[in-house]
């Protein structure tokens, strides 16, 4: 919202304050300020009427022109502007003045005729192109034939001002209008707030026009007619400050709606009376009605869309854009202006569906105050009276559902408990003064919300936070907050920073990932498929639902760097994953390349199944768990016979494994191997509490043994066979070879595993450790039937 400050003075007195001071109370009590700007910055200029104007005698297209600057001084300036012609009255820069850009106007001779001073342009002084009015573009702008010879050209034309261009939330609806700015800085700055005064004049004349509603959306739509309208250039005045605003000056009818609609925040719209006729029928559009709007394009509407007609067609898509059928053309002579209220949630959808955002929709969009509608409509009647020359017949024409106060409740040791201030009674009651509050009662307060400020809610909250913004947020004292307990992470904390810690301990890069994605990737990587939460509104499909997987966007991070001739990627990410009926934390990482490498050393540690399930072992060994791996062959896109499951505790927690060649290749991410763990049933798992052993002063033996298997026989089973029978004196045990080929049935397999073997109260003999390996092979024999190779 761009902000004139002259438009301000219209409501405030501002005398005394500077363009710095006010730039700070409205940043500490109102709003952010995106930036402040004059709104043009010349100097040495003055209004001059050109009383003499021949040909240049060495030029077809110059001008010698002898200019009155000041009454009774003339001085010539050459010029070149195609529209300069006596008796008109210009905007000069005189020499010494700097025009944008740093252009320094000097006495020159051009073409060996002396000039002392320019003409200038509104682009010239500064004023955007689409700005200015056409029949200007190409030459000087010409003033009006009242305009003081002498005087400053940009107070003349209100173009000295000073412009804040507010950055404002959703809720400050109050503040899309230079009366609402105004109400704000008045409190703000404890002054009073003068309203705009007028004096409609009606004829005798009724007006004719029938409304019919016929939608609950819009529960207030009204309308006056003026007849006899002149369509012509806008006063200065109104052009300077819709210029002021980013608005384009039209012509008179158009800039009048638009210039009411800034200084009181209430979209209009006008109708071409002759076109639009004595009906007006307001209804929710047809499935596929087709309406031409303004800017010529052919939009087809849905049922929900609120439209204005005639009864028959479409003339207006309501609160978002008008149609060509109904234009203001300077062929206009007659005025139909409509004023309404329509249902916020309605507009939107609508501006949304069909990718219309203007000014009037942004307003109905946050919410407009509902008791403004009808001083709205009067005033851009009495606008057109005085400046279109129109004629305003008798009666506004509509229908009008009354308005629902909002009223709330605060009490003064409320305000004071929240905000950690000591307020009395007196001060808080001159902050609702302040703020135009009607309220009952001392202390205990009852509150009529005034109906500008519709970003108020019915709670004590929004008032409180009144308060504070006048009373200032720097003003309110810093008080740590009291607690009996000593700060510290919860278990569950621990256990999501503790796996963060041991993975970046070993160099896996964290990535943080979008927790949004499409229906392409939402089932990817997923055991079960739930039904997923899809956004109402996404930005864009591919930001559609929530995911439910973290592997598709770490994959999407493989390969978006694979892509940027970056190798060796292994990242992980700790992120939340959503259903309908849960959100649930996981941990998952993704690998590709080489884990590890150097070429100094020159050693090589590319990334395969078993470095992954080492990383996943050695995160619960820090863990304190003992995970179980399982064959997992029908996982969705995970290689077949190269992925298992997790298991802790009987429960499955996660998996390991290699994606699918068939889904890598098709994504650009051949060799990857991922992961994925659900935090939640991890941390429900039962955590042994870590035991300490002393340090055996005795020697350990190690034996190796090349134990003969059938091969549907897994490692894990002969390793558990291992720890069962010799847990009382095993250390350590570790599979070093496998082999199968000569000397080994083609059904079976050699394992080489290496032992090792300690007592803490002596040392073992020999015959100690071949009573133990004795028992291991029986056993083995027993239950495996393995034996020795």
């Given at each position: 919202?761009?902000?004139?400050?002259?438009?301000?003075?219209?409501?405030?007195?501002?005398?005394?304050?500077?363009?710095?001071?006010?730039?700070?109370?409205?940043?500490?009590?109102?709003?952010?300020i995106?930036e402040?700007?004059?709104?043009?910055?010349?100097?040495?200029?003055?209004i001059?009427?050109?009383?003499?104007?021949?040909?240049?005698?060495?030029?077809?297209?110059?001008?010698?022109?002898?200019i009155?600057?000041?009454?009774?001084?003339?001085?010539?300036?050459?010029?070149?502007?195609?529209?300069?012609?006596?008796?008109?009255?210009?905007?000069?820069?005189?020499?010494?003045?700097?025009?944008?850009?740093?252009?320094?106007?000097?006495?020159s001779?051009?073409?060996?005729?002396?000039?002392?001073?320019?003409?200038?342009?509104?682009?010239?002084?500064?004023?955007?192109?689409?700005?200015v009015?056409?029949?200007?573009?190409?030459?000087?702008?010409?003033?009006?034939?009242?305009?003081?010879?002498?005087?400053?050209?940009?107070?003349?034309?209100?173009?000295?001002?000073?412009?804040?261009?507010?950055?404002?939330?959703?809720?400050?609806?109050d503040?899309?209008?230079?009366?609402?700015?105004?109400?704000?800085?008045?409190?703000?700055?404890?002054?009073?707030?003068?309203?705009?005064?007028?004096?409609?004049?009606?004829?005798?004349?009724?007006?004719?026009?029938?409304?019919?509603?016929?939608?609950?959306?819009?529960?207030?739509?009204?309308?006056?007619?003026?007849?006899?309208?002149?369509?012509?250039?806008?006063p200065?005045?109104?052009?300077?400050?819709?210029i002021?605003?980013?608005?384009?000056?039209?012509?008179?009818?158009?800039?009048?709606?638009?210039?009411?609609?800034?200084?009181?925040?209430?979209?209009?719209?006008?109708?071409?009376?002759?076109?639009?006729?004595?009906?007006?029928?307001?209804?929710?559009?047809?499935?596929?009605?087709?309406?031409?709007?303004?800017?010529?394009?052919?939009?087809?509407?849905?049922?929900?869309?609120?439209?204005?007609?005639?009864?028959?067609?479409?003339?207006?898509?309501?609160?978002?854009?008008?149609?060509?059928?109904?234009?203001?053309?300077s062929?206009?002579?007659?005025?139909?202006?409509?004023?309404?209220?329509?249902?916020?949630?309605?507009?939107?959808?609508?501006?949304?569906?069909?990718?219309?955002?203007?000014?009037?929709?942004?307003?109905?969009?946050?919410?407009?105050?509902?008791?403004?509608?009808?001083?709205?409509?009067?005033?851009?009647?009495?606008?057109?009276?005085?400046?279109?020359?129109?004629?305003?017949?008798?009666?506004?024409?509509?229908?009008?559902?009354?308005?629902?106060?909002?009223?709330?409740?605060?009490?003064?040791?409320?305000?004071?408990?929240?905000?950690?201030?000591?307020?009395?009674?007196k001060?808080?009651?001159?902050?609702?003064?302040?703020?135009?509050?009607?309220?009952?009662?001392?202390?205990?307060?009852?509150?009529?919300?005034?109906?500008?400020?519709?970003d108020?809610?019915?709670?004590?909250?929004?008032?409180?936070?009144?308060?504070?913004?006048?009373?200032?947020?720097?003003?309110?004292?810093?008080?740590?907050?009291?607690?009996?307990?000593?700060?510290?992470?919860?278990?569950?904390?621990?256990?999501?920073?503790?796996?963060?810690?041991?993975?970046?301990?070993m160099?896996?890069?964290?990535?943080?990932?979008?927790?949004?994605?499409?229906?392409?990737?939402?089932?990817?990587?997923?055991?079960?498929e739930?039904?997923?939460?899809?956004?109402?509104?996404?930005?864009?499909?591919?930001r559609?639902?929530?995911?439910?997987?973290?592997?598709?966007?770490?994959?999407?991070?493989?390969?978006?760097?694979?892509?940027?001739?970056?190798?060796?990627?292994?990242?992980?990410?700790?992120?939340?994953?959503?259903?309908?009926?849960?959100?649930?934390?996981?941990?998952?990482?993704?690998?590709?390349?080489?884990f590890?490498?150097?070429?100094?050393?020159?050693?090589?540690?590319?990334?395969?199944?078993?470095?992954?399930?080492?990383?996943?072992?050695?995160?619960?060994?820090?863990?304190?768990?003992?995970?179980?791996?399982?064959?997992?062959?029908?996982?969705?896109?995970?290689?077949?016979?190269?992925?298992?499951?997790?298991?802790?505790?009987?429960?499955?927690?996660?998996?390991?494994?290699?994606?699918h060649?068939?889904?890598?290749?098709?994504?650009?991410?051949?060799?990857?191997?991922?992961?994925?763990?659900?935090?939640?049933?991890?941390?429900?798992?039962?955590h042994?509490?870590?035991?300490?052993?002393?340090?055996?002063?005795?020697?350990?033996?190690?034996?190796?043994?090349?134990?003969?298997?059938?091969?549907?026989?897994t490692?894990?089973?002969?390793?558990?066979v291992?720890?069962?029978?010799?847990?009382?004196?095993?250390?350590?045990?570790?599979?070093?070879?496998?082999?199968?080929?000569?000397?080994?049935?083609?059904?079976?397999?050699?394992?080489?595993?290496s032992?090792?073997?300690?007592?803490?109260?002596?040392?073992?003999?020999?015959?100690?450790?071949?009573?133990?390996?004795?028992?291991?092979?029986?056993?083995?024999?027993?239950?495996?039937?393995?034996?020795?190779?």
């Amino acid at each position: 919202m761009k902000v004139s400050t002259n438009w301000l003075k219209d409501y405030i007195n501002l005398d005394g304050y500077t363009n710095e001071e006010l730039f700070n109370q409205i940043s500490f009590h109102m709003t952010e300020i995106e930036e402040a700007y004059p709104l043009t910055t010349n100097t040495n200029l003055t209004i001059g009427y050109v009383k003499e104007c021949v040909n240049h005698p060495d030029s077809d297209h110059l001008h010698v022109c002898q200019i009155e600057i000041q009454p009774g001084v003339v001085s010539q300036i050459v010029c070149g502007a195609p529209n300069m012609k006596q008796g008109a009255k210009v905007i000069v820069a005189l020499p010494g003045a700097v025009l944008p850009g740093d252009f320094k106007i000097k006495p020159s001779k051009i073409r060996g005729v002396e000039s002392n001073g320019m003409c200038c342009s509104l682009q010239e002084l500064g004023i955007k192109e689409m700005f200015v009015e056409e029949a200007y573009k190409d030459g000087i702008y010409l003033l009006p034939e009242d305009a003081p010879v002498g005087e400053n050209p940009l107070h003349y034309l209100g173009l000295d001002d000073y412009v804040y261009d507010l950055e404002l939330t959703s809720n400050r609806s109050d503040l899309l209008s230079i009366e609402g700015v105004a109400y704000d800085l008045a409190a703000t700055l404890n002054k009073k707030v003068e309203p705009k005064k007028f004096s409609l004049e009606e004829s005798s004349k009724e007006n004719d026009v029938k409304v019919s509603v016929l939608t609950s959306k819009c529960p207030k739509y009204l309308t006056r007619k003026i007849e006899n309208v002149e369509i012509k250039s806008s006063p200065e005045f109104i052009k300077a400050r819709l210029i002021a605003s980013g608005i384009r000056p039209i012509n008179n009818v158009v800039d009048i709606t638009n210039y009411v609609l800034m200084e009181l925040g209430q979209p209009l719209h006008s109708f071409d009376a002759d076109k639009l006729g004595t009906s007006i029928v307001v209804r929710e559009a047809k499935e596929g009605e087709v309406i031409k709007t303004l800017d010529d394009v052919e939009r087809k509407l849905s049922k929900g869309d609120i439209v204005i007609t005639n009864g028959n067609e479409a003339l207006c898509v309501a609160g978002v854009m008008g149609g060509a059928s109904t234009e203001i053309t300077s062929e206009t002579k007659n005025v139909v202006l409509e004023a309404a209220y329509f249902e916020p949630l309605s507009i939107r959808k609508t501006s949304q569906r069909l990718g219309l955002k203007s000014e009037s929709s942004t307003r109905f969009e946050r919410t407009i105050d509902y008791q403004r509608v009808n001083r709205a409509l009067d005033y851009a009647a009495y606008l057109l009276e005085k400046y279109a020359n129109g004629t305003v017949l008798a009666g506004v024409n509509g229908i009008e559902a009354p308005y629902k106060e909002r009223h709330t409740s605060v009490t003064t040791a409320k305000i004071n408990k929240v905000l950690g201030t000591s307020l009395d009674n007196k001060e808080v009651e001159a902050i609702f003064d302040r703020l135009g509050y009607d309220y009952e009662g001392s202390g205990s307060y009852e509150i009529n919300i005034p109906s500008r400020r519709m970003d108020l809610l019915p709670s004590y909250q929004d008032i409180i936070e009144d308060v504070a913004r006048m009373y200032g947020y720097d003003n309110i004292p810093t008080v740590l907050a009291s607690t009996n307990d000593k700060g510290a992470l919860t278990p569950y904390q621990k256990l999501v920073r503790n796996c963060r810690i041991i993975l970046s301990n070993m160099t896996i890069n964290e990535a943080v990932t979008y927790s949004l994605t499409n229906e392409n990737d939402l089932y990817d990587f997923v055991e079960r498929e739930e039904e997923p939460i899809k956004l109402l509104m996404p930005m864009t499909e591919d930001r559609a639902y929530m995911r439910q997987s973290l592997i598709p966007s770490l994959l999407n991070t493989i390969i978006y760097n694979k892509s940027r001739k970056m190798n060796d990627l292994s990242f992980f990410e700790i992120g939340k994953v959503y259903t309908s009926s849960s959100e649930v934390m996981h941990l998952a990482g993704a690998f590709n390349g080489l884990f590890a490498s150097s070429k100094w050393q020159g050693y090589k540690t590319p990334v395969d199944f078993f470095l992954v399930k080492g990383i996943i072992e050695i995160l619960f060994e820090k863990l304190n768990l003992s995970p179980v791996f399982e064959a997992y062959p029908n996982l969705k896109n995970m290689h077949p016979g190269r992925t298992a499951k997790i298991i802790v505790d009987g429960k499955m927690v996660g998996f390991v494994g290699e994606v699918h060649p068939r889904y890598a290749h098709e994504h650009s991410c051949d060799n990857t191997y991922v992961f994925e763990l659900n935090l939640d049933e991890i941390y429900d798992c039962n955590h042994q509490a870590f035991k300490y052993q002393t340090i055996c002063k005795f020697p350990s033996v190690s034996r190796d043994l090349a134990i003969v298997v059938d091969k549907n026989v897994t490692c894990k089973e002969i390793c558990d066979v291992i720890k069962m029978t010799s847990k009382k004196y095993l250390t350590n045990l570790e599979v070093f070879d496998l082999y199968e080929g000569e000397n080994v049935k083609e059904n079976e397999k050699s394992l080489a595993i290496s032992l090792t073997f300690e007592d803490k109260e002596k040392t073992l003999e020999t015959a100690d450790v071949d009573k133990i390996i004795n028992s291991i092979l029986n056993r083995l024999d027993a239950l495996l039937h393995a034996h020795l190779r």
